[in-house]
């Protein structure tokens, strides 16, 4: 075996146990906006008052990602993996029992506050073991497991939570999240920090311009994802009033989107990743737009739906962008990448609700959508220009 096959035999378990966390991340995440009617139903409240419970997610994510990635940036990351899976599991296991729609949403806010943390450090852990000119394909692969969970435990979480309770999903996600702490401490191997970066290195990376405009794509262009996806089950209720089944094939076709979307703008962006970003910022918007029309027919409704997952895939690739262009502070990096993930899912649901509160249908969410996606666009225009102005576009497209 070459030297090379043997370097790459040594990453297979630990990416593919970081994999299986991001797994339990997505799931957490997603299968709680395809259960939203479910969740309104339990607690006798309106579709809008029920994406709290995804707002709430995202908050615990923006306090938790920057707060615990700073608490543990000296701290062995394989240990700090383990205590964000332990989170995870008690976040979840606690809102499977919530009484009440206002505590539902203070323990998903709990579920939230590992879910940057983890992520942060196990791409950080990922980018290490990367051989020149892979990281974005390397972080990739712990991305994957957000993807696989898009499409197959998003869509089992939906059937079960229609044929059972959507009580019994959370309750199923705390236990994977057990599981998958055990794993990591079976089967990745102990990562200290070699180079313990101090405070100030990492707060210093708030004050790089080009940092907060390429966060900024997710900040502002993600919402376009989640304002769509979080109101998806209620759009296939009401407006393609298709049986229920549809919307657990809906969702895998988000998921199988996703994950080729996360594979192929990878790869992309291995060679040229701020072109990428922009042409798949822009094809975002017509998909959005065309989520507005293909919603009275299921079939083009999957296809629209699959698009807008591979959007999802460029995750990897801002964060990896982000990483060129701060060779230090990357604990705080990580943080604000999922900070501004999740603010973005916050404000998607919430952008989403406001145009029902105003007497939009569900369908219509998507020009909103489309707006936040040109805003993200904007921000890549943004970006594009002070990397030129800096001479740094040679090494980045």
């Known amino acids: 075996m070459s030297a090379s096959q043997t370097e790459h035999g040594s990453t297979v378990w630990p990416l593919l146990i970081m994999a299986l966390g991001a797994f339990v991340l997505g799931l957490t995440e997603f299968s709680s906006m395809s259960m939203l009617p479910l ?32 608490l543990t940036n000296k701290t062995n990351r394989r240990t700090s993996l383990i205590i964000f899976a332990a989170m995870m599991c008690v976040g979840n296991g606690l809102s499977a029992i919530a009484s009440t729609l206002s505590e539902l949403v203070i323990y998903r806010i709990l579920s939230g506050l590992p879910h940057g943390a983890y992520f942060g450090t196990a791409l950080l852990i990922a980018a290490s073991m990367a051989p020149k000119g892979k990281r974005a394909s390397y972080m990739s692969k712990v991305f994957a497991g957000l993807t696989i969970a898009t499409i197959v435990g998003v869509p089992l979480a939906t059937l079960v939570g229609q044929s059972m309770s959507w009580r019994v999903c959370m309750a199923i996600v705390a236990v994977l999240a057990m599981m998958t702490l055990v794993l990591i401490y079976w089967l990745v191997p102990s990562c200290p920090v070699k180079e313990p970066s101090r ?28 304002c769509i996806y979080t109101y998806l089950a209620d759009t296939i209720i009401n407006v393609t009033q298709t049986p229920v089944v549809t919307i657990s094939i809906a969702m895998m076709m988000f998921g199988v989107g996703t994950t080729i979307g996360n594979l192929v703008i990878s790869k992309l962006a291995d060679n040229s990743p701020i072109s990428t970003t922009g042409i798949a910022l822009l094809c ?17 409704l999957y296809i629209t739906v699959f698009l807008l997952g591979a959007s999802v895939g460029l995750a990897a690739v801002i964060q990896s962008m982000l990483l060129d262009v701060s060779p230090k502070g990357h604990a705080m ?30 369908n219509e969410i998507g020009y909103a959508s489309a707006m936040l996606f040109l805003g993200g666009f904007g921000m890549w225009v943004l970006s594009y220009l002070q990397m030129r102005t800096r001479s740094m576009q040679p090494a980045l497209s």
């Open 39 to 70: 969740i309104a139903d339990s607690y006798s409240v309106t579709p809008s008052q029920a994406g709290n419970v995804i707002s709430g997610y995202a908050i615990g994510v923006v306090i938790g990602a920057p707060l615990f990635m700073l």
């Open 284 to 300: 975002s918007v017509g998909i959005s737009v065309m989520y507005v029309f293909a919603a009275s027919n299921i079939w083009w």
């Open 333 to 362: 990096i990580g943080a604000l990448v999922q900070c501004a993930f999740n603010t973005a899912n916050a404000i998607g649901p919430m952008v989403g609700g406001a145009m029902l509160a105003s007497g939009a249908n569900f």
């Open 199 to 226: 405070l100030r290195e990492e707060f210093s990376v708030l004050k790089n311009k080009l940092v907060w405009s390429i966060s900024g794509i997710i900040f502002v262009g993600f919402g376009g994802v989640f």
